[in-house]
């Protein structure tokens, strides 16, 4: 007797003999049901929902006494347990497709097919004896794999091939293996085992970012977060590589001091998700190019000069033992790069974000030591950089420290008293509300971060205590007692008490133009971009996303305020988070995620700000507040901008000589 079975959501179908296992009806049909333990009912991954009942034989022994890491839930049965008696209709749910959707949270991967390069694979080896004529142990591991995966083997890794008894001897002749690609045995496991894991990086000039992916669900299993330990050898890139330049052999020095960092990192991850590194089989990195040639032990000095060449601007696969890390069975990819300033950091926003997937116009800009811009849509994609440097994170301000408990990283000025009131990292509570210097106690409140730089600056100028030209104004005093004389400057007084002048929070005159010339170089770039695609209108810009660990905490408005972006409505503007990350994630758990963006960096038309002659005037027009040029007519309804006030007498002489200029 023949019986029809037809799989929902997929719409396919099949017709099986009586008896036949739901699986099995599945493979025939070519529907997405998973399987790790190859229907011996062990993993429990093969669940389906049945319509009608009694198209189903009973429960089977295998799913009475089934123990494994999945529950059988309420009204699902074991496709590898379960057979045709009739025609049956039968639900595969999300949790059961091998190519499920998957949305994450520690970082914004949205919806995206699971599709990992490896999988895992139950086997049960014949069990030896003297006289019987068994074949070896991979022709072994080969036959299994075609007859119950139809997974032809191709090569088995010489470094699993001394493992393979071992481990069948400590799993009684059962063993899990793993397959990469499809075809290529990379790994080997006593037992029964149904988790391996990945780790996506992003390598950024500043600090490192981690994520632990169970790859085949696409579960974030665990995020860490660290100091790149080459802030030691220069806060930008252009540094590091001078420190390569004048001391022969540091960018071996370089090089091992983010791979001990990585090391660590995978270490810390795994311990965190209570795993041995053996199960972390693939991993993806993303960097700027320098960090990435870094890694990969090339010299970095030819992109520290024109015409910055690239040693490769593909994508790059090694091994993990290669790199100096600790992981015996995991190979890593690291993404293609663009261009010599617009790394494989890039390739991954692009592919978080998007634009080469919309007909609408995107503005994309990683904002971090090095800045990453790009702008475009399906029709056509241009990338650039623009040297920010570290003004952003903290470092070359007074007063700026990383985003960590403490840290000032809301500011509003009192457009009346002038007074400010702030909030700290760790507190929800602003520094005027009741119970405040309670529970900041045992905080020390000893600086600013990037997100709390970017207000006070904003809350400065439209409190009309800067100008548009970012001078503090010397009239400041008579206003406020926060305005203080500061060697030939002016500075203001964040936080703290003026009798204790010692343990303040100030942002001095420096400050200013610190962020001045950071916001006008990312301007500038942002500005080149809108011209090469003919869209210097704002309006034309369809929307402008903010990348980064940094950008992710920019108040849209404050980014608007400063000119850190074009006079776009708010409204367009969005904080997405670390998109590199999240890019890097998405390429370590789908395949066709990798081919998409090896595909679209070919098409991305590369912008070199260093060579361009409009860049300089662009950088000179920026370093107004908000802009020296440009008008805002879509901010002026957003937020009350200060009214245009006259330049005290001799301010400007003083801010920039400190004694009046002589008469002509």
Same mark, same amino acid.
């Given at each position: 007797?023949?019986?029809?079975?037809?799989?929902?959501?997929?719409?396919?179908?099949?017709?099986?003999?009586?008896?036949?296992?739901?699986?099995?009806?599945?493979?025939?049909?070519?529907?997405?049901?998973?399987?790790?333990?190859?229907?011996?009912?062990?993993?429990?991954?093969?669940?389906?929902?049945?319509?009608?009942?009694?198209?189903?034989?009973?429960?089977?022994?295998?799913?009475?006494?089934?123990?494994?890491?999945?529950?059988?839930?309420?009204?699902?049965?074991?496709?590898?347990?379960?057979?045709?008696?009739?025609?049956?209709?039968?639900?595969?749910?999300?949790?059961?497709?091998?190519?499920?959707?998957?949305?994450?949270?520690?970082?914004?991967?949205?919806?995206?097919?699971?599709?990992?390069?490896?999988?895992?694979?139950?086997?049960?080896?014949?069990?030896?004896?003297?006289?019987?004529?068994?074949?070896?142990?991979?022709?072994?591991?080969?036959?299994?794999?075609?007859?119950?995966?139809?997974?032809?083997?191709?090569?088995?890794?010489?470094?699993?091939?001394?493992?393979?008894?071992?481990?069948?001897?400590?799993?009684?002749?059962?063993?899990?293996?793993?397959?990469?690609?499809?075809?290529?045995?990379?790994?080997?496991?006593?037992?029964?085992?149904?988790?391996?894991?990945?780790?996506?990086?992003?390598?950024?000039?500043?600090?490192?970012?981690?994520?632990?992916?169970?790859?085949?669900?696409?579960?974030?299993?665990?995020?860490?977060?660290?100091?790149? $330990?080459?802030?030691?050898?220069?806060?930008?890139?252009?540094?590091?590589?001078?420190?390569?330049?004048?001391?022969?052999?540091?960018?071996?020095?370089?090089?091992?001091?983010?791979?001990?960092?990585?090391?660590?990192?995978?270490?810390?991850?795994?311990?965190?998700?209570?795993?041995?590194?053996?199960?972390?089989?693939?991993?993806?990195?993303?960097?700027?190019?320098?960090?990435?040639?870094?890694?990969?032990?090339?010299?970095?000095?030819?992109?520290?000069?024109?015409?910055?060449?690239?040693?490769?601007?593909?994508?790059?696969?090694?091994?993990?033992?290669?790199?100096?890390?600790?992981?015996?069975?995991?190979?890593?990819?690291?993404?293609?790069?663009?261009?010599?300033?617009?790394?494989?950091?890039?390739?991954?926003?692009?592919?978080?974000?998007?634009?080469?997937?919309?007909?609408?116009?995107?503005?994309?800009?990683?904002?971090?030591?090095?800045?990453?811009?790009?702008?475009?849509?399906?029709?056509?994609?241009?990338?650039?950089?623009?040297?920010?440097?570290?003004?952003?994170?903290?470092?070359?301000?007074?007063?700026?420290?990383?985003?960590?408990?403490?840290?000032?990283?809301?500011?509003?000025?009192?457009?009346?008293?002038?007074?400010?009131?702030?909030?700290?990292?760790?507190?929800?509570?602003?520094?005027?509300?009741?119970?405040?210097?309670?529970?900041?106690?045992?905080?020390?409140?000893?600086?600013?971060?990037?997100?709390?730089?970017?207000?006070?600056?904003?809350?400065?100028?439209?409190?009309?205590?800067?100008?548009?030209?970012?001078?503090?104004?010397?009239?400041?005093?008579?206003?406020?007692?926060?305005?203080?004389?500061?060697?030939?400057?002016?500075?203001?007084?964040?936080?703290?008490?003026?009798?204790?002048?010692?343990?303040?929070?100030?942002?001095?005159?420096?400050?200013?133009?610190?962020?001045?010339?950071?916001?006008?170089?990312?301007?500038?770039?942002?500005?080149?971009?809108?011209?090469?695609?003919?869209?210097?209108? $704002?309006?034309?810009?369809?929307?402008?996303?903010?990348?980064?660990?940094?950008?992710?905490?920019?108040?849209?408005?404050?980014?608007?305020?400063?000119?850190?972006?074009?006079?776009? $409505?708010?409204?367009?503007?969005?904080?997405?988070?670390?998109?590199?990350?999240?890019?890097?994630?998405?390429?370590?758990?789908?395949?066709?995620?990798?081919?998409?963006?090896?595909?679209?960096?070919?098409?991305?038309?590369?912008?070199?700000?260093?060579?361009?002659?409009?860049?300089?005037?662009?950088?000179?027009?920026?370093?107004?507040?908000?802009?020296?040029?440009?008008?805002?007519?879509?901010?002026?309804?957003?937020?009350?901008?200060?009214?245009?006030?006259?330049?005290?007498?001799?301010?400007?002489?003083?801010?920039?000589?400190?004694?009046?200029?002589?008469?002509?």
């Amino acid at each position: 007797m023949t019986c029809r079975v037809e799989f929902a959501p997929s719409g396919l179908s099949v017709t099986v003999n009586e008896g036949t296992t739901v699986l099995d009806a599945a493979r025939l049909a070519g529907v997405d049901l998973d399987s790790t333990c190859g229907g011996r009912g062990l993993c429990g991954r093969c669940q389906i929902v049945p319509t009608n009942l009694n198209a189903l034989t009973g429960w089977a022994s295998t799913e009475e006494e089934y123990k494994g890491r999945r529950p059988i839930l309420d009204g699902q049965r074991l496709g590898c347990a379960a057979q045709v008696c009739g025609n049956l209709k039968v639900e595969v749910p999300a949790a059961s497709q091998v190519h499920k959707q998957v949305v994450r949270k520690s970082v914004d991967v949205g919806n995206i097919e699971i599709d990992p390069l490896v999988r895992l694979h139950y086997i049960e080896l014949e069990k030896a004896e003297l006289g019987s004529d068994l074949r070896g142990l991979a022709e072994q591991i080969a036959e299994r794999l075609s007859k119950t995966y139809d997974v032809t083997m191709s090569r088995l890794a010489t470094h699993v091939l001394p493992l393979i008894a071992p481990a069948a001897k400590q799993g009684d002749n059962t063993i899990t293996v793993a397959v990469r690609h499809g075809h290529e045995v990379c790994a080997v496991y006593p037992g029964y085992i149904d988790q391996a894991f990945g780790i996506a990086v992003d390598v950024g000039s500043t600090t490192i970012a981690g994520h632990l992916v169970d790859l085949s669900t696409g579960e974030i299993r665990a995020t860490n977060g660290v100091m790149n $330990p080459q802030i030691r050898f220069g806060d930008d890139l252009m540094s590091r590589v001078s420190y390569v330049m004048m001391n022969p052999g540091g960018e071996v020095e370089l090089t091992r001091s983010v791979r001990t960092a990585l090391d660590e990192m995978v270490g810390t991850l795994v311990a965190e998700a209570g795993i041995d590194r053996d199960v972390v089989l693939d991993m993806t990195i993303v960097g700027n190019p320098i960090m990435h040639h870094v890694i990969l032990g090339i010299d970095p000095t030819p992109l520290g000069q024109a015409p910055f060449l690239l040693a490769t601007d593909s994508s790059v696969v090694t091994s993990a033992a290669n790199l100096d890390i600790d992981a015996r069975f995991c190979e890593v990819y690291l993404l293609p790069c663009i261009a010599g300033h617009v790394g494989a950091d890039t390739a991954g926003a692009i592919l978080a974000e998007g634009p080469h997937r919309s007909d609408a116009l995107q503005l994309l800009v990683d904002v971090g030591t090095n800045a990453e811009i790009v702008f475009g849509n399906s029709a056509h994609v241009l990338a650039a950089s623009s040297p920010t440097g570290p003004a952003f994170e903290g470092a070359q301000i007074s007063a700026g420290m990383r985003a960590t408990a403490g840290a000032i990283e809301r500011v509003r000025i009192d457009r009346d008293t002038l007074e400010p009131r702030v909030k700290v990292i760790g507190s929800d509570l602003w520094s005027d509300d009741p119970g405040f210097d309670a529970e900041t106690r045992s905080l020390e409140i000893s600086g600013i971060c990037g997100s709390g730089i970017i207000e006070v600056m904003g809350e400065l100028y439209l409190s009309g205590l800067i100008d548009v030209d970012g001078t503090v104004r010397s009239d400041g005093p008579a206003k406020t007692s926060r305005i203080f004389a500061h060697g030939r400057t002016f500075s203001y007084r964040l936080f703290g008490d003026a009798d204790e002048p010692a343990a303040n929070i100030n942002v001095t005159q420096d400050d200013v133009r610190a962020i001045q010339l950071a916001k006008a170089a990312l301007r500038a770039g942002i500005d080149l971009l809108c011209e090469h695609a003919g869209k210097t209108d $704002p309006n034309e810009i369809g929307s402008v996303r903010l990348a980064g660990a940094f950008g992710a905490h920019i108040d849209p408005l404050y980014a608007k305020v400063i000119g850190l972006v074009p006079d776009v $409505p708010v409204a367009k503007v969005a904080s997405v988070g670390n998109a590199a990350g999240a890019g890097a994630v998405r390429a370590l758990v789908s395949a066709s995620q990798r081919a998409e963006i090896e595909e679209t960096v070919r098409r991305v038309n590369k912008i070199e700000t260093a060579t361009e002659p409009r860049f300089q005037d662009l950088f000179v027009n920026a370093m107004g507040f908000p802009h020296t040029t440009e008008p805002t007519p879509n901010l002026a309804t957003e937020t009350t901008l200060p009214v245009a006030q006259a330049k005290p007498e001799g301010a400007g002489d003083r801010q920039r000589t400190g004694r009046r200029r002589r008469p002509a």
